[in-house]
């Protein structure tokens, strides 16, 4: 007979059942934990944040800094806390962050914000889904306040309007405050998709989700019209700091560039950065993000620019960067710990950790650029510089 | 004046200076560390792992199960541990699990392996390159015995070109046995160009990356080429089945499906299922994968298919699923109690657990696609099914 | 020395100029023409549409028909010309129209209608960007009387904006009357842009295109938003007919269409259906549009879908056909004989070309497939019904 | 009753029938025929090009040059015959070779050719398509010498794999001589899939296409793999000549182009260049290409580079040029007499043409360029040199 963990009891978060949990597993398997259930909290802890509960994984975290950002929100030095088991990454991105403070700092701004729901709504033809269209724009209003009925923090931005066939795909763009907001605007989808059903006069059926959100996966869409946050992270390096860091001149780094990007695009890579997903991973497990949303997150578009003087000016736009201050992990208990290392925990300060991930992710390309041309990566024949 | 960790000793990993780091970090913040520096080994086990370490980050481990897979190398009932702390997700793979039980399981089966590093060649002029690249094939063999020279494990399998402008992308393939291997091939890579360097004949430079490896970031050529492992997981469930468990036939599934496929496609979507990031980001996290590569492993091909009988094939394929069994973070104290539980601890295991997280994800795409379909997501008024 | 067609008369029409063009072509590759220079009108009249005219391309045009259309603009019966040297394509169109006749003739819509110019703002660093995308939004209305001081038709709907770096890529839409539109929003788009330049109160450097409009190119922002009109052809076919015309149930041809969807995916097409540049480039040549066109037109999303009573929904969404009735090509004598055909010679006609185009791709689309089941292209052994 | 065009007489290439035909619809739409009517050839040459033959289009032809060629096959000057009616066209492209003329020619190379159908084979599960795909690799030389049974000319290549599901998608690669080829490839492959079904053990059921060839579309496995002919075109233009002919510095154009790639990028274009469709069209249609091929040929990659004297080294990439000098349209008297004017007429001058029309492709390029950055397209404020 199938053996199973109790069904009716996946909520039960009490000590007794997680070690009954744990006792199930080690019969089953032959597994003693001796670990997993070294947490320091009571499980009651995680009701809300998992089912069948046995344990904790212990990630490893490292301390990177001082992050000199120079943002509307995180202003001044932080120190990130990283958690990955991947040596030689807080090690690199400290890196990184040393250069960047030589040369004044990341200069960080949200450029964008709106998390969606996008539903899709079938009709006989196409012209009845066009109809449909106009009488969204025409009821905007009374949509917006529906949806915002299912919540007090969620608000309905704007209503993005796609053609295909018979269908006519939405995407409900709301901001959502403190939270990274995925369940508030699929609830708040909802309603206002059930008010439009029953108040529109045509035949009208629909999904709540026509695969243009797009949730747990990158798309284009998301890299032109944003998810989460979209973060800008700026900052112009001397070419005295990168010869001196680096070994070569800004012009040979910025002549390499185009050497990637044309890689990057024969690749169909989504992002033309270096590792941005390090960076971001990494925190996100430290301060209780949907690692999962790295998915989304790590894409990213960098943009380089070779000043007169030899400055060398380089960005990198994430444009679909979810994160959070409230729900989800955030109150975890470590996790908390780590948003406090970053003054972000308590309300308002979304934007300002997602400037200090952002101003992270920067650190690390600056650190990665400057391993590949110092030679830890490459010929050391001066691969680009020769006489170009 | 800055503080500052004490730069020259990153890889100090006693207590005593892990200690010192988060009383810094205390002066420095005023945060207060109860549960960061609550875990259950000593510090000097995470060498290798972490610079700067200061503490773990304690991730929510629920099990869920059992998982029945008819793999190659799993073969069985499985308990899979996820480390996650978004509510519902255990729960949701549970369900999934459940389904793909009565189903008989999931067949799985791992159809590609490779691990990329791709360096670029530059040459004078598009003919020069060219030349290069026919070079490189009636050379393959001595470049694959420099290759491994660097590695008693990976085995160079072979090296695409890809030509644009005056340069050669290439493509090195490896087979890395237990480990991903990113450093690895890496390496190995590298010892061939600078050999290939030296022998070639004509003038020529290269970087180790040409932006096409893609390494922490999805591609298109990721899709196509696999990096990691392929793998497929695969499903046939009874109409039964899916009408009593989701209260619409397998017909009505299989119609949608169409709708969603058009929106993937207008949205430029790296992945036509719905949300593979889940099933592997919990896993990874709990068995000490190197988490960022999500960015490429959540990339998926959902294909389905309705039998005569009213039978519904439903499969997705993984096309870069990084997984290792060895190095990283499989070593560490929690994550290996979690490979353990899979069995997959110990040599010659990384297929078995590629499979096992593909059978899981398979289970997380029945249960949300059970969940929209059964009217959590989705209108009362049968959103699909009305006469078609 | 280097012999020269004389530069300065690039636009001299006359019959002696062109004579003496072809005369020098004769001399210096020795090749007589005896084709090209038969023309049935005066040089004159091709002043506008080419420089240094020596003759015309004279390529073969088939009938087709009749295809029945059920537009809002295109209404009944038409014989479409198609200009191609490709054997069968007019009698493979042709059998799809007769196929769609049976089914009741295409439905067809416009449900969207953009043309751009997609200048770049420069700026100093991100957060200037993106106040001047919220200065953009207060002055639309301003920015779109100075963008139609230049041109009697164009009437600019809106301004999408895009952000990466210290740039804004804005993407401005005109309707554009019965021309195509490129040049006519060109000149718009730099009244606007040089207004903005001198009334923005900050730092402010533009270029007028910054690849993303994307001209003569295929984008998924095209895709997404359109460019030129967006077109869906629908029709619903019985199963009688499709078993009779092609062998197979429509069942079978629904489910085959998976197959050929992943294909899509893991290429990376930009177009789910099967051939549409044949039909738009044969009508696009005998109209007189701007053929090089077809790299934007040529993309398309198929959707199909089976109802309970067996009926085959088929349709194809254009998502970027570039057409005309007034301008470039249209005027010419061939083509303005073809244009009549058509009954779209003459003012506000663009839409119903749109419609027919669409029309005539859909059986196009129809036909193949058709071929491609009934044996022409597949195993002669059910390649696909067998017992699935 | 609907009146028809007599269905049975297709291929009646007879001047009695085409005046029947142009008579009917004459009497259907009231339009005379004056132009279309008047080829300069007896239509029976039009068989195998054309069904319903009622006439000619005729578009424009000018003439560019001299374009001063440096490639394997095409060496010197040549003049273009430019197919089109978009007026200043082929004055853009003359200047454009002019330019590259000072600056030395083009050099241009064809460095991979192929042409494909891509069939897929369908299983019963993953496992069992990744054997065939064993089975495959192990029986080539068979299937290989299969396929050539039907062509004199195609020779099998090499046969790429792709898996997802319990599919296996090939991509069959032929070389095909002085023909585009797609036909040819197309029974070739058929016969070498009937064989491989006959003679593979297991179940086995196939598709001519799986949409992965990907015919009259564009597809990112085109830009990787390529599709025709992979033609690149590259030029050294001296500073001097580039300040004297654009009034701007080869540095603010190496700076601007980053500006562009951004928007490429985000907009998901398909070519980094400006108009490669322009000159590809032009010459299309001059020579008798099939045009409909534009929708693959019309993708490009623009790599460009600033040598430390101030060179600027400008390439294009056209990584899916499909282009013929035997087979469709190229033996019609016009065409015929194109091919001829640049040398291309006669047996094995396909990579001769294909380096012309890169070449011209190249002068476009350039030549937009400068119009761009010479103030008809930017803003009189030096839109992008200021201070950077």
Redesign the interface.
């Known amino acids: 007979m199938?053996?199973?963990?109790p069904?009716d009891k996946?909520?039960d978060h009490s000590e007794a059942m997680a070690a009954e949990?744990r006792q199930f597993?080690s019969e089953?398997?032959g597994?003693?934990?001796?670990?997993?259930s070294?947490?320091?909290?009571t499980p009651e802890l995680?009701a809300?944040?998992?089912?069948?509960?046995?344990?904790?994984?212990?990630?490893?975290?490292?301390?990177?800094?001082?992050l000199l950002v120079n943002g509307?929100h995180a202003k001044g030095?932080f120190?990130v806390?990283m958690?990955?088991?991947?040596?030689?990454?807080?090690?690199s991105y400290?890196r990184g962050m040393r250069l960047l403070?030589q040369a004044g700092g990341a200069?960080v701004?949200v450029?964008?914000d709106a998390m969606q729901r996008?539903p899709?709504f079938?009709f006989d033809?196409?012209?009845a889904?066009?109809d449909f269209?106009e009488w969204i724009k025409a009821n905007f209003e009374q949509i917006k306040q529906q949806a915002e009925t299912t919540t007090s923090v969620g608000k309905l931005r704007d209503i993005e309007q796609?053609?295909?066939?018979?269908?006519r795909?939405l995407r409900f763009n709301f901001t959502t405050g403190d939270a990274a907001g995925q369940n508030m605007v699929?609830k708040a989808t909802?309603a206002a998709?059930?008010w439009m059903?029953s108040k529109y006069q045509g035949s009208c059926?629909?999904?709540?989700?026509?695969?243009?959100d797009?949730?747990?996966?990158?798309?284009?869409?998301n890299?032109?019209h944003t998810r989460g946050k979209?973060v800008?992270a700026?900052a112009i390096i001397p070419n005295a700091i990168i010869e001196q860091v680096m070994g070569v001149s800004s012009a040979t780094l910025f002549?390499?560039?185009?050497?990637?990007?044309?890689?990057?695009?024969?690749?169909?890579?989504?992002?033309?950065?270096?590792?941005?997903?390090?960076g971001?991973?990494?925190t996100f497990?430290?301060t209780?993000q949907?690692?999962?949303?790295?998915?989304e997150s790590?894409?990213?578009?960098v943009?380089?620019?070779?000043?007169?003087n030899g400055d060398y000016?380089f960005?990198i736009?994430l444009?679909s960067l979810i994160v959070a201050t409230h729900g989800?992990?955030t109150g975890?208990?470590?996790?908390q710990?780590?948003l406090?290392?970053l003054?972000c925990n308590g309300p308002g300060k979304v934007y300002k950790l997602a400037e200090i991930i952002a101003a992270t992710v920067l650190a690390g390309e600056l650190s990665l650029m400057s391993a590949?041309l110092a030679g830890d990566?490459?010929?050391?024949?001066?691969?680009?510089g020769?006489?170009?």
Chains 1, 2, 3, 4 share one sequence.
């Open positions: 199938t053996k199973r963990i069904r996946h909520n949990r597993a089953t398997t597994v003693k934990f001796e670990h997993l070294h947490y320091a909290f995680t809300g944040n998992i089912e069948n509960f046995i344990g904790v994984a212990q990630v490893p975290v490292g301390l990177a800094g001082p509307e030095e120190y806390p958690a990955t088991s991947e040596g030689t990454l807080v090690a400290n403070h200069t701004s450029v964008d996008a899709v079938i033809n196409a012209r889904a066009r269209g796609y053609a295909a066939a018979r269908m795909y699929g909802q998709c059930e059903q059926r629909y999904m709540l989700s026509g695969s243009m797009t949730d747990k996966k990158h798309s284009q869409l890299t032109l979209r800008i700026e002549k390499a560039r185009f050497i990637s990007q044309v890689g990057s695009f024969m690749a169909g890579s989504v992002n033309t950065g270096a590792h941005s997903a390090n971001i991973t990494a497990i430290a209780g949907d690692a999962a949303n790295v998915a790590s894409s990213g578009i943009y380089v620019d070779l000043h007169d000016y960005s736009t444009p989800g992990g975890l208990p470590t996790q710990e780590c406090s290392l003054g590949v990566w490459v010929s050391s024949h001066d691969a680009l020769r006489n170009r």
